[in-house]
Nanobody, 125 residues
Framework: QVQLSESGGGLVQTGGSRRLSCGSS????????MGWFRQVPGKEREFVAA????????AYADSVKGRFEISRDINNNTVYLQMNSLRPEDTAVYYC??????????????????WGQGTQVTVSS
């Protein structure tokens, strides 16, 4: 098990940028594929991005490709989500998640067993 904690959410204007951080406890951070998901009320949790254990491989939802960037700092047990060109439809609670699956099997919420508490991102129009 790994404990996850997100930060960096808040209110941002359309076209703006925001960086989310997810810190993890434990000494096995590098063993996990890390993912970001988001959820709005009444909808299922949606995949946003994932990064492999080494940080070499990344995957993105089509809706955020070219605008969002996922990265990880293995030395500091932290994964980031840089969000640029934000749109009102990006408004959601963003969750960090960890899985021991390889990245090609890590694009569904059910693939993950460890979750943070979420951080709200609101994009104003």
């Amino acid at each position: 098990q790994v404990q996850l904690s997100e930060s960096g959410g808040g209110l941002v204007q359309t076209g703006g940028s925001r960086r989310l951080s997810c810190g993890s406890s434990g000494q096995t951070f590098s063993s996990y594929t890390m993912g970001w998901f988001r959820q709005v009320p009444g909808k299922e949790r949606e995949f946003v991005a994932a990064i492999s254990q080494t940080g070499i491989s990344k995957a993105y939802a089509d809706s955020v490709k070219g605008r969002f960037e996922i990265s990880r700092d293995i030395n500091n047990n932290t994964v980031y989500l840089q969000m640029n060109s934000l749109r009102p439809e990006d408004t959601a609670v963003y969750y960090c998640a960890a899985t021991t699956n390889i990245i090609t099997k890590s694009t569904r919420a059910i693939d993950y067993g460890n979750w943070g508490q979420g951080t709200q991102v609101t994009v104003s129009s």
